[in-house]
């Protein structure tokens, strides 16, 4: 397979970043729960085998999409592919080095043959388990949702039901899972951490557990009406980090999302990484612990990408017939908690097909009270792929 050049390899990551922060940015503002969670980096993984199996105009979309060209989408997949191989750290680290798992498993029902070079394809590129299995049988659902609580450590539970494939049409179940554990590089001290309020944007109020900290290991930047600050996680040779940005007034987390494009977040994310000057950071942060589900598929097709999911859809590479195959819903469940010690957090994403059928100078102090509305992410500071985000409006 052809591989991308260094120019593109380039562009693929901003057009990655580019799709994670839009699709971020959509359903936060869209959705009807003020806290959300997504994992950018799996929904990317997913659909980068989706576009695997694609063809035409199809297939270009989701390149297009994904990575920002069309050109060759075969040298796409293999690059993020790789990019992924790099990224992984391995499933049993050293004790306090982070973890970070992500698997993919896809199932066939007994009345689909699975193309063998698109089954070959998904083995290789992204090590993903292919398996027959009667999608309408007694025992479906729970071999499917048995993988994913393996591969969540437990932290989700579901993700299919026996009555979603029950469905007559239903031919391919597509599954991708993420787990994340890592240890703060500076932890925030139990005893510190004390009852307070988490202000919403509507004005009213909710009791909190308010971590504190005083510490020159965190990361500072002001922006216009905002403040952020880069918490990173311990561990060799990882180099994960969580961005936390707070507007200045509870009300002001919409207009902070419009601001958030592929440009403004690597300036961003380069000025918390390389501070130019160092500072002792006062950060108030509570201990909160989110789940998210939905339907991601609205929302993409609200983005632009209609191909996959219209009856037009091209999956002829994947073994359907043409005009055969369509996208009909791209289920993403998550989890996340944050606490003195660190993070854990896990994401599912399953796609079903239907078929036709410095120096010694005195360290000035800065204060960060996330105790409002605040956008969050997860990254690679090396990749910078986003492993998780999304916002935090309430705490329940």
């Not at 554990?181 to 988490?198: H, I, K, N, V, Y």
């Amino acid at each position: 397979m052809s591989s991308l050049s260094p120019v593109q390899a380039s562009a693929s990551r901003t057009a990655q970043t580019t799709f994670s922060l839009a699709l971020v940015r959509r359903v936060a503002q869209l959705s009807d729960n003020s806290t959300v969670v997504l994992s950018p980096l799996g929904i990317l993984a997913a659909l980068a085998l989706v576009m695997s199996g694609a063809g035409g105009a199809t297939q270009a979309a989701l390149a297009e999409t994904l990575f920002g060209s069309s050109q060759d989408s075969a040298a796409s997949a293999t690059g993020f592919a790789d990019q992924l191989r790099q990224l992984l750290q391995p499933d049993s680290p050293e004790d306090g080095n982070p973890i970070l798992h992500l698997a993919t498993g896809m199932w066939m029902d007994h009345s689909f043959a699975l193309a063998p070079a698109f089954a070959n394809q998904a083995r290789t590129l992204y090590q993903a388990e292919v398996a027959r299995l009667p999608l309408a049988g007694p025992d479906a659902a729970s071999t499917i949702n048995s993988w994913v609580q393996q591969h969540t450590a437990g932290l989700i539970a579901e993700i299919v039901s026996a009555e979603v494939l029950a469905a007559p049409l239903l031919k391919v179940v597509l599954v991708n899972a993420v787990y994340f554990q890592a240890r703060w590089a500076s932890e925030f001290d139990p005893g510190d951490t004390q009852p307070g309020l988490f202000r919403r944007a509507d004005g009213t109020a909710q009791p909190a557990d308010l971590m504190r900290q005083v510490s020159r290991e965190i990361g500072y930047l002001a922006g216009d009406g905002w403040q952020a600050v880069r918490l990173r996680y311990d561990g060799y040779p990882s180099d994960f980090s969580m961005l936390v940005f707070v507007p200045d007034e509870p009300s002001g987390l919409p207009a902070f999302l419009t601001t958030l494009n592929a440009t403004s977040w690597d300036s961003w994310h380069a000025a918390l990484k390389y501070p130019a000057q160092q500072l002792e950071v006062e950060l108030t942060l509570p201990r909160f612990r989110i789940e998210w589900n939905g339907d991601l598929a609205p929302y993409l097709q609200q983005m632009g990408l209609t191909a996959p999911f219209a009856p037009t859809a091209d999956f002829t590479a994947m073994g359907f017939q043409a005009g055969g195959g369509a996208i009909e819903q791209v289920i993403h469940k998550t989890f996340l908690a944050v606490d003195e010690q660190g993070t854990e957090a896990a994401a599912v994403t399953a796609i079903m097909w239907m078929g036709s059928a410095s120096d010694t100078a005195p360290l000035r102090r800065v204060t960060v009270k996330a105790d409002s509305p605040f956008f969050y992410a997860i990254v690679d500071d090396q990749s910078g792929s986003l492993l998780f985000a999304g916002t935090v409006g309430d705490l329940t």
